[in-house]
Nanobody
Framework: QVQLVESGGGSVQAGGSLRLSCAAS????????MAWFRQAPGKEREFVSS????????EYADSVKGRFTLSRDNAKKMAYLQMNNLKPEDTGVYYC????????????YGQGTQVTVSA
């Protein structure tokens, strides 16, 4: 089993920055693809970014390219999402997710952390 715990959310003004952290309890963390999703009020959950188990492949949604940076530390079993130049449309609950590659895409999710960006 994999448990994910997010932290680092909060309220900022547009143009500000936040760093989200995801702590994982998993024996084989270094074999998991890690990702962040977000869900704005009244909208469906959407993909934000993902990183392969070695960190060699990172993908971003077009809406966050150039502003967000995803990284991971396999020794600490952590994933980080650095968010810069935040915009009001970035507001939502951010979820850390893990994909073991054993069938179900992103079968593990954390409880989420709220990010609120005011204009």
């Amino acid at each position: 089993q994999v448990q994910l715990v997010e932290s680092g959310g909060g309220s900022v003004q547009a143009g500000g920055s936040l760093r989200l952290s995801c702590a994982a309890s998993a024996r084989a963390f270094n074999r998991l693809t890690m990702a962040w999703f977000r869900q704005a009020p009244g909208k469906e959950r959407e993909f934000v970014s993902s990183i392969s188990w070695r960190g060699s492949s990172i993908e971003y949604a077009d809406s966050v390219k150039g502003r967000f940076t995803l990284s991971r530390d396999n020794a600490k079993k952590m994933a980080y999402l650095q968010m810069n130049n935040l915009k009001p449309e970035d507001t939502g609950v951010y979820y850390c997710a893990a994909d073991s590659g054993l069938g179900i895409t992103y079968e593990y999710y954390g409880q989420g952390t709220q990010v609120t960006v005011s204009a």
